[in-house]
Nanobody, 126 residues
Framework: QVQLVESGGGLVQAGGSLRLSCAAS????????MGWFRQAPGEERDFVAA????????EYADDVKGRFTISRVNAKNTVILQMNNLKPEDTAVYYC???????????????????WGQGTRVTVSS
């Protein structure tokens, strides 16, 4: 029902920035909570950031606070993850996820999300 496509990944030096986009089709994302997760080789899929359907509630993983910013661009049916001051430990495949929101949801849990993008690869060199 919802198709998500991430873009904007690539290779960047430590301290640099990348802007990831998650473009949706099939549904309007204004009714969905949106999350960003990442998975490094051999690691579990970890929470990065999330934003509620109204954009009022925003949460970040502790290790990205102050560096990453999640935002909605509703007119483009898109969710953005701006990543600044990147570190080598940020290297991972980044996934966009969506869930139809009807009240409170635990946006930090990957289990609540029904739709996932294919991922975009981010590599941060030393």
């Amino acid at each position: 029902q919802v198709q998500l496509v991430e873009s904007g990944g690539g290779l960047v030096q430590a301290g640099g920035s990348l802007r990831l986009s998650c473009a949706a089709s099939g549904r309007t994302l204004s009714s969905y909570a949106m999350g960003w997760f990442r998975q490094a080789p051999g690691e579990e899929r970890d929470f990065v950031a999330a934003i509620s359907r109204g954009g009022v509630n925003i949460e970040y993983a502790d290790d990205v606070k102050g560096r990453f910013t999640i935002s909605r661009v509703n007119a483009k049916n898109t969710v953005i993850l701006q990543m600044n001051n990147l570190k080598p430990e940020d290297t991972a495949v980044y996934y966009c996820a969506a869930v139809l929101e009807d009240g409170w949801v635990n946006m930090r849990s990957h289990r609540i999300y029904d739709y996932w993008g294919q991922g975009t690869r981010v590599t941060v060199s030393s």
